[in-house]
């Protein structure tokens, strides 16, 4: 019998409860992912101070126990009480959704944190926050927390306790404080890791060059402290981080070409304002490489999808080259202008707008939609680069860039030719293909499945796991070619990239068409070693340089196969881990055996099917990028020229203590499955 609904059945949740309830509506999930991005909340809040003129220092301080503290020299979370609301400003910045100053621009000129849910979130999500203010000369403290009821976050009705905000002391100076636990009931066992918050304090050190980021490990040895302590500070800016985006890549010219611009906010003579105010920053240097890098920033925040500060940016700096080669006698008057493509090849540039209103476009936030910047950016670029172009010292600059344009301009026109002759002779379903790729007989693209599997072996066993309805298999023969350091005509006669671009069928970059994609998921699927990950590592720089919608739309997979098989008569457990072996070897007690798989070929179509093929039981990572800039970074020190670069890094990630010791204790413990036994003799 259906059950009556009525007004009792509709439950209202008040304060931060909808928060609780429903986490990944506001920080995208409750992974590492989501418990970074509390952290990021409190201390946007932080450099907003300071971007604004007030204060001068962020310090981040990592303590035992999981817990994070924020603090800034800026003015202090105001402690008074609101007239209209009868709450203070702590309570209103730290309890409650959609409060705080930065809808008022007269407070902040500029805001990276437009929604005004950013600390309150933070707050729902803690075991526990304290904020302390240093203001008026004294040291005010109030202290939130959620009570312990239950064991999940949706059990807690009660909301967020607090404490009264009071006086504890006298202080120097002014500022704000915040110490918070992120809730085990949301986020499990995560933790904060210092890399993930180095980077991102290192990027927003570069786009405000008057700001000062210390971040510290302070926790004990014991309960994990590294010790670790970085300053960053880039009184450079953009240009230094243009200059550090760049190292271990060849450059035209030394010193970045740089544009800044400040426009006031304009008044009528009633003090009204009919203009906000409105700073560009441009940062550009060209290297050798073939690829450009574009990365954009809005008040601070990743525009990862572009948007109208980009597109003006592009257009003046095709008006702004071809102009000047025109001028300069460097190109003819027969001689057609130069595309904008042209100009930027092999070049890395660094745009930030800080603005108010900021509008921006699709569900991520990732686009700037306000079609009011594409103007200013653009006038702003064309006058700015073009006296910059006519300085003493930039001809030969100028010139450089010129010339590799003019050549990028002649292997556009040689590669358009083949691309114009490929696509006569070749389709995806012709000879290109046939042998290669195993396509699926259904034809809907958002629930077609591409997987890229490793070797012919692979190949087999993934053809015949498939479900060769909405599946399709390309098996590589070989490693792939390292895109990182081949031109794009190189790329295309490359027989294993030719296979994908044309399986694929979006072409690549600049003609790239995610409309013309024929699978929702491309999915790598390559074996848990070393010749495995240098494999996925070429697919993704290929995917990241030429390809790099379908990353930022999360089109790419990595496919996850079990590393063990535990079998205790008819009980089979597969496990994908060390930790998941251990805990299985518990759940299944004493008798059973182990079988580590060491490549796919390994396993038969059945076992492939259940643990990494099925839908309903697989395991799939999907590819992201949190940090376009840091990703290319990576990319440039792992796939390019310089050894020097890829050697620190290592020696800085790799775990060199870890010994495979996995054969020898199985068969001290007498667990080791025959075939593991047959294996290593």
């Given at each position: 019998?259906?059950?009556?609904?009525?007004?009792?059945?509709?439950?209202?949740?008040?304060?931060?409860?909808?928060?609780?309830?429903?986490?990944?509506?506001?920080?995208?999930?409750?992974?590492?992912?989501?418990?970074?991005?509390?952290?990021?909340?409190?201390?946007?809040?932080?450099?907003?101070?300071?971007?604004?003129?007030?204060?001068?220092?962020?310090?981040?301080?990592?303590?035992?126990?999981?817990?994070?503290?924020?603090?800034?020299?800026?003015?202090?979370?105001?402690?008074?009480?609101?007239k209209k609301y009868h709450l203070t400003g702590v309570d209103?910045?730290?309890?409650?959704?959609?409060?705080?100053?930065?809808?008022?621009?007269?407070?902040?000129?500029?805001?990276?944190?437009?929604?005004?849910?950013?600390?309150?979130?933070?707050?729902?999500?803690?075991?526990?926050?304290?904020?302390?203010?240093?203001?008026?000369?004294?040291?005010?403290?109030?202290?939130?927390?959620?009570?312990?009821?239950?064991?999940?976050?949706?059990?807690?009705?009660?909301?967020?306790?607090?404490?009264?905000?009071?006086?504890?002391?006298?202080?120097?100076?002014?500022?704000?404080?915040?110490?918070?636990?992120?809730?085990?009931?949301?986020?499990?066992?995560?933790?904060?890791?210092?890399?993930?918050?180095?980077?991102?304090?290192?990027?927003?050190?570069?786009?405000?060059?008057?700001?000062?980021?210390?971040?510290?490990?302070?926790?004990?040895?014991?309960?994990?402290?590294?010790?670790?302590?970085?300053?960053?500070?880039?009184?450079?800016?953009?240009?230094?981080?243009?200059?550090?985006?760049?190292?271990?890549?060849?450059?035209?010219?030394?010193?970045?070409?740089?544009?800044?611009?400040?426009?006031?906010?304009?008044?009528?003579?009633?003090?009204?304002?009919?203009?906000?105010?409105?700073?560009?920053?441009?940062?550009?240097?060209?290297?050798?490489?073939?690829?450009?890098?574009?990365?954009?920033?809005?008040?601070?925040?990743?525009?990862?999808?572009?948007?109208?500060?980009?597109?003006?940016?592009?257009?003046?700096?095709?008006?702004?080259?071809?102009?000047?080669?025109?001028?300069?006698?460097?190109?003819?008057?027969?001689?057609?202008?130069?595309?904008?493509?042209?100009?930027?090849?092999?070049?890395?540039?660094?745009?930030?707008?800080?603005?108010?209103?900021?509008?921006?476009?699709?569900?991520?936030?990732?686009?700037?939609?306000?079609?009011?910047?594409?103007?200013?950016?653009?006038?702003?670029?064309?006058?700015?680069?073009?006296?910059?172009?006519?300085?003493?010292?930039?001809?030969?600059?100028?010139?450089?860039?010129?010339?590799?344009?003019?050549?990028?301009?002649?292997?556009?026109?040689?590669?358009?030719?083949?691309?114009?002759?490929?696509?006569?002779?070749?389709?995806?379903?012709?000879?290109?293909?046939?042998?290669?790729?195993?396509?699926?007989?259904?034809?809907?693209?958002?629930?077609?499945?591409?997987?890229?599997?490793?070797?012919?072996?692979?190949?087999?066993?993934?053809?015949?796991?498939?479900?060769?309805?909405?599946?399709?298999?390309?098996?590589?023969?070989?490693?792939?070619?390292?895109?990182?350091?081949?031109?794009?005509?190189?790329?295309?006669?490359?027989?294993?990239?030719?296979?994908?671009?044309?399986?694929?069928?979006?072409g690549i970059e600049p003609d790239f068409d995610i409309d013309s994609l024929k699978y929702d998921k491309i999915i790598i699927?390559?074996?848990?070693?070393?010749?495995?990950?240098?494999?996925?590592?070429?697919?993704?720089?290929?995917?990241?340089?030429?390809?790099?919608?379908?990353?930022?739309?999360?089109?790419?997979?990595?496919?996850?196969?079990?590393?063990?098989?535990?079998?205790?008569?008819?009980?089979?457990?597969?496990?994908?881990?060390?930790?998941?072996?251990?805990?299985?070897?518990?759940?299944?007690?004493?008798?059973?055996?182990?079988?580590?798989?060491?490549?796919?070929?390994?396993?038969?179509?059945?076992?492939?099917?259940?643990?990494?093929?099925?839908?309903?039981?697989?395991?799939?990572?999907?590819?992201?990028?949190?940090?376009?800039?840091?990703?290319?970074?990576?990319?440039?020190?792992?796939?390019?020229?310089?050894?020097?670069?890829?050697?620190?890094?290592?020696?800085?990630?790799?775990?060199?203590?870890?010994?495979?010791?996995?054969?020898?204790?199985?068969?001290?413990?007498?667990?080791?499955?025959?075939?593991?036994?047959?294996?290593?003799?």
């Amino acid at each position: 019998m259906a059950q009556e609904y009525t007004a009792g059945n509709i439950e209202l949740l008040e304060g931060l409860e909808a928060v609780r309830l429903r986490p990944g509506m506001y920080i995208g999930g409750t992974g590492a992912k989501g418990m970074h991005h509390i952290l990021w909340e409190i201390i946007d809040n932080a450099v907003d101070e300071i971007s604004n003129g007030y204060g001068d220092t962020v310090t981040i301080q990592m303590l035992e126990n999981n817990v994070m503290r924020v603090s800034d020299n800026g003015r202090g979370v105001p402690v008074d009480k609101n007239k209209k609301y009868h709450l203070t400003g702590v309570d209103m910045v730290y309890g409650k959704l959609h409060a705080g100053a930065k809808f008022d621009n007269d407070e902040y000129k500029f805001s990276g944190g437009l929604h005004g849910v950013g600390a309150a979130v933070t707050n729902a999500l803690s075991e526990w926050l304290t904020v302390e203010v240093k203001r008026d000369g004294n040291l005010y403290r109030e202290e939130f927390y959620s009570p312990q009821l239950g064991t999940t976050a949706r059990s807690i009705k009660s909301g967020i306790v607090k404490t009264p905000l009071e006086v504890v002391g006298k202080a120097k100076g002014t500022g704000t404080t915040v110490t918070f636990k992120a809730d085990e009931r949301v986020f499990g066992k995560e933790e904060y890791k210092y890399d993930t918050i180095a980077e991102r304090m290192r990027d927003v050190a570069y786009l405000n060059k008057n700001l000062i980021v210390v971040l510290e490990d302070a926790r004990m040895p014991l309960a994990g402290g590294t010790g670790r302590k970085d300053v960053f500070q880039y009184k450079g800016g953009i240009a230094d981080y243009v200059v550090y985006l760049n190292e271990g890549k060849k450059v035209l010219y030394e010193k970045p070409l740089y544009i800044e611009e400040k426009i006031d906010a304009q008044y009528d003579n009633k003090g009204k304002m009919i203009e906000p105010p409105f700073e560009l920053e441009v940062a550009i240097q060209h290297t050798t490489e073939y690829s450009e890098s574009i990365y954009s920033y809005v008040n601070s925040i990743p525009t990862t999808e572009g948007g109208t500060h980009e597109v003006g940016f592009k257009s003046a700096i095709t008006r702004v080259f071809n102009n000047y080669a025109r001028d300069n006698n460097i190109l003819k008057e027969k001689q057609a202008n130069l595309l904008g493509e042209d100009f930027r090849e092999g070049m890395v540039a660094v745009i930030t707008v800080k603005m108010q209103n900021v509008q921006f476009e699709g569900q991520t936030k990732g686009k700037l939609g306000n079609p009011d910047v594409r103007p200013k950016v653009e006038n702003i670029v064309n006058e700015r680069l073009a006296d910059l172009l006519l300085q003493r010292g930039n001809k030969s600059v100028a010139e450089a860039i010129i010339a590799k344009a003019m050549g990028a301009a002649k292997t556009r026109e040689a590669t358009k030719k083949a691309k114009d002759l490929s696509r006569q002779k070749n389709s995806v379903n012709s000879l290109n293909l046939v042998g290669k790729l195993a396509s699926c007989s259904g034809k809907n693209a958002a629930i077609n499945e591409l997987y890229i599997v490793e070797g012919d072996s692979a190949g087999g066993s993934a053809k015949s796991a498939r479900d060769r309805m909405f599946q399709a298999i390309l098996p590589l023969r070989g490693k792939p070619l390292n895109v990182e350091k081949a031109s794009v005509e190189a790329i295309l006669k490359n027989e294993e990239f030719a296979t994908l671009i044309s399986a694929l069928g979006t072409g690549i970059e600049p003609d790239f068409d995610i409309d013309s994609l024929k699978y929702d998921k491309i999915i790598i699927l390559a074996d848990a070693d070393t010749d495995g990950g240098h494999i996925r590592a070429l697919l993704l720089t290929f995917f990241f340089r030429y390809m790099k919608p379908l990353v930022t739309a999360g089109h790419i997979y990595i496919g996850m196969p079990p590393l063990y098989r535990l079998q205790k008569k008819d009980e089979i457990l597969y496990c994908y881990d060390d930790k998941a072996l251990i805990e299985g070897q518990k759940k299944m007690g004493k008798g059973a055996l182990i079988q580590r798989f060491k490549g796919l070929g390994e396993m038969d179509p059945q076992q492939l099917w259940d643990t990494t093929m099925d839908p309903a039981k697989r395991t799939l990572t999907r590819v992201t990028i949190e940090d376009a800039a840091m990703a290319d970074k990576r990319i440039t020190i792992l796939m390019g020229d310089d050894p020097s670069l890829r050697k620190d890094y290592i020696y800085q990630y790799a775990d060199f203590n870890k010994i495979d010791d996995f054969v020898k204790t199985q068969k001290t413990a007498g667990r080791l499955h025959p075939a593991e036994e047959i294996k290593e003799d």
